[in-house]
């Protein structure tokens, strides 16, 4: 999610250290000091606004969630909603996706959540994608053994690339879902992109994969 600069977002992050772990590989291996209680965690890589962070720390209480953007301005948006809803269990981090190896120690997270991910379409940015196979490897480092990522997007070309992508590395397709709001799957919480492609009656696709 790429959105204007906003005059104030880093000042924004460093006053609030409750919520935005400015030094995060001072965490490493301490999530659950950081947090306070020995309760599984949940990481969003591309959190954007903090639509669903937020919204899935509301709805799971004894679960914690760190957002996790490289964008200023971004994270800074998604403060606004941790602050507004005084979330103890949510914690920030503007870091990048391909680094996550250097905050969390092997086995650290218990669940990863990709959302509305940049397609990047053309061949040559492939690397890019936050599904493609380096990333995997990332993720597979900080997941538990079997440890999975859910992914929904509403573009199609990086959803199929995804389910190959994930089953070329090995991993196992849990659950498929090829239109989710018509679906029967229960405790959707939507992104700000998401809300903004349902309301114009865009598919919404998703996954959960098993390494």
């Known amino acids: 999610m790429r959105v204007r600069k906003r005059k104030g977002a880093e000042e924004h992050l460093e006053n609030n250290p409750q919520y935005v772990i400015l030094e995060p590989e001072t965490a490493k291996g301490k999530w659950q000091q950081v947090f306070g209680n ?3 965690i949940h990481i969003e890589v591309g959190s954007g606004k903090g639509g669903f ?14 957002g996790i953007d490289i964008q200023l301005s971004v994270l800074s ?25 250097n905050y ?59 389910l190959a992508s994930f089953s070329q590395y090995g991993m196992t397709l849990k659950q498929v879902w090829l239109d989710l709001h018509a679906s029967d799957y229960e405790g959707n919480v939507m992104t700000e992109y998401e809300a903004k492609f349902a309301n114009k009656g865009q598919v919404i696709y998703r996954v959960e994969a098993q390494f």
């Open 53 to 66: 962070i937020t919204g899935m720390a509301r709805q799971n209480p004894h679960i914690n969630y760190i």
């Open 77 to 101: 948006y998604a403060l606004d909603k941790v602050l507004e809803s005084q979330l103890p269990n949510v914690r920030l981090l503007r870091v990048d996706g391909s680094s996550l190896t």
């Open 104 to 162: 969390f120690e092997e086995g650290e997270i218990d669940l990863l959540y990709l959302n509305f991910s940049d397609p990047w379409p053309k061949s040559r940015h492939e690397k890019r994608r936050l599904t493609y196979k380096d990333f995997l490897k990332t993720y597979e480092e900080i997941l538990p053994e079997h440890g999975q990522i859910h992914f929904k997007t509403d573009n199609r070309g990086l959803f199929e690339y995804s």
């Open 38 to 40: 020995q309760n599984p």
